[in-house]
Nanobody, 125 residues
Framework: QVQLVESGGGLAQAGGSLRLSCASS????????MGWFQQAPGKRREFVAA????????AYADSVKGRFTISRDNAKNTVYLQMNNLKPEDTAVYYC??????????????????WGQGTQVTVSA
């Protein structure tokens, strides 16, 4: 079982930065691929970024490529999302998710087994 807890959300101005963290209080994350997703009001949950169990592979949505960086510290059982040059359209609840390690990083919400409760990110213009 994997329990995920996100933190680091809040209010930022456009052009600013935030760093989200996702910590596991259950099973170690070292055997899991991890993802970050965002859900804006009235919209479906969408892929933001993913990282392989080793940290050797990453994937990003086109909308955040070059601005967001996903990373992980398996010794701390924590995954991070560094968000730079934030835009108002980044405003959403951000969720981290985990799935068993595989050969391909997945972008679909249906592929992830465990989810955190989400953390709100609000970017003002």
């Amino acid at each position: 079982q994997v329990q995920l807890v996100e933190s680091g959300g809040g209010l930022a101005q456009a052009g600013g930065s935030l760093r989200l963290s996702c910590a596991s209080s259950g099973r170690t994350l070292s055997s899991t691929d991890m993802g970050w997703f965002q859900q804006a009001p009235g919209k479906r949950r969408e892929f933001v970024a993913a990282i392989s169990w080793s940290g050797g592979s990453t994937a990003y949505a086109d909308s955040v490529k070059g601005r967001f960086t996903i990373s992980r510290d398996n010794a701390k059982n924590t995954v991070y999302l560094q968000m730079n040059n934030l835009k108002p359209e980044d405003t959403a609840v951000y969720y981290c998710a985990a799935r068993s390690a595989s050969f391909r990083l997945e972008r679909s919400t249906f592929e992830y087994e465990y989810w955190g409760q989400g953390t709100q990110v609000t970017v003002s213009a």
